[in-house]
């Protein structure tokens, strides 16, 4: 079981591009955060075809120890990479079980998308873009990727391709479709195919700020109620050996506790595996324990300052791109918000190529489809 030894604010801006410096971290005070309350659920198939059903959900059982990640790995499928659009969160946003609550959110993005965002305080090495659009007051971001950011991902390196499928692989094996499995996990398929998801969609508030937040949910402990208090979140991490494993562990622990946190997941299921991909052993975390339980440690992170950011940051563009907007800038306007390791967020408004860029021949208004914005 792991457990480790011991050992601000704005700056310039026009109505063009502005600014957000990323402040020290220090302990901080939480901020309130609304419980989030699971909204609808939907599921994709192998072919991508998206249900408001949950024939994509699965149960929880134990992963066998001794058990191989790497079985089944040459018959994975994947599911391609794609610009990561907004797409299906927007169906589910048009259902009238969720709407009334759309129309009344600061923010509506995928739970990656927060997470990120959140964690940003403790990045060292990673930027990443966001596109901005704000309609009729509700902020909507998606993640920018671009052609050769794709092209990438594509095409990894085995090894981190192989540790990407350990992932997955032990999803697959601690999930059934039935409560009560009654197949033996070596006769059982282990085919796993990323093109079949189920996903939740949840409202919640940080602070002041309304958030509607969709996102995969990888199973359910025993039943699924409805609401979110039976998600489970599934990991995996290499077995720690020594003191500076424990710190990456730690450290590991904020995207962990981000993911679950802000979409209500409770318990998240961390499997140990070795360096060759055999699962050793595995520890239960209770999500919102988790920030008392690295603090004090090296490598240690605050979830109350990671939260401040968030907010602070988030109201801060969503403000600037309003007042623009106020002094004449077209409704439909995209924006990027440019989140700079070690530096804060540079917010611009993109011209009409880059726009053209941005919308990639499709039928949208900026990275919005046309019926969408039809529709509100």
Not at 65 to 75: K, N, T
Not at 303 to 319: E, T, V
């Amino acid at each position: 079981m792991w457990s480790p030894s011991r050992p601000s604010g704005e700056d310039s801006s026009s109505s063009e591009e502005a600014f957000y410096a990323l402040p020290s971290p220090q302990p901080t005070r939480p901020l309130p955060m609304q419980r989030p309350w699971c909204l609808v659920t939907f599921s994709y198939d192998s072919s991508r075809v998206l249900g408001f059903n949950n024939s994509a959900m699965k149960y929880f059982k134990q992963p066998p120890y001794g058990a191989s990640l790497q079985r089944g790995y040459e018959d994975w499928i994947k599911r391609p990479e794609t610009r990561p659009r907004l797409d299906g969160l927007l169906q589910a946003i048009n259902r009238a079980e969720v709407k009334k609550f759309a129309q009344r959110a600061d923010f509506i993005t995928w739970r990656g998308i927060l997470t990120k965002i959140i964690v940003f305080p403790y990045e060292n090495r990673e930027s990443f873009d966001l596109n901005i659009m704000i309609v009729d007051d509700v902020m909507y971001m998606e993640e920018h990727v671009t052609a050769k950011q794709l092209e990438q991902k594509e095409n990894i390196e085995p090894y981190h391709r192989l540790l990407t499928y350990f992932g997955y692989s032990f999803e697959e094996y601690c999930t059934s479709s039935s409560p009560t499995p009654a197949v033996k996990y070596e006769e059982a398929e282990h085919i796993i195919d990323t093109n079949i998801q189920w996903c939740a969609v949840v409202r919640s508030k940080l602070d002041n700020l309304r958030f509607i937040v969709g996102g995969e949910v990888d199973c359910v402990q025993e039943a699924f109620t409805g609401h979110t208090d039976t998600f489970l979140e599934l990991k995996t991490s290499q077995v720690m050996r020594n003191p500076r494993d424990e710190v990456n562990f730690t450290k590991k622990l904020l995207k962990f506790w981000a993911q679950s946190f802000v979409l209500g997941v409770p318990r998240i299921v961390v499997g140990f595996r070795t360096q060759q991909g055999i699962i050793d052993d595995t520890q239960t975390f209770n999500t919102l324990e988790i920030p008392s339980l690295v603090k004090g440690r090296e490598g240690a992170w605050d979830a109350g300052f990671c939260l401040h950011f968030a907010a602070r940051s988030l109201a801060y563009i969503k403000a600037h791109v309003l007042a623009a907007q106020k002094d004449g800038t077209d409704e439909r306007s995209v924006w990027r918000a440019r989140f700079n390791a070690k530096s804060g967020v540079l917010i611009r408004k993109l011209d009409p190529d880059e726009v053209l860029d941005v919308e990639n021949g499709e039928d949208r208004i900026g990275f919005l489809p046309r019926d969408f914005l039809q529709s509100q």
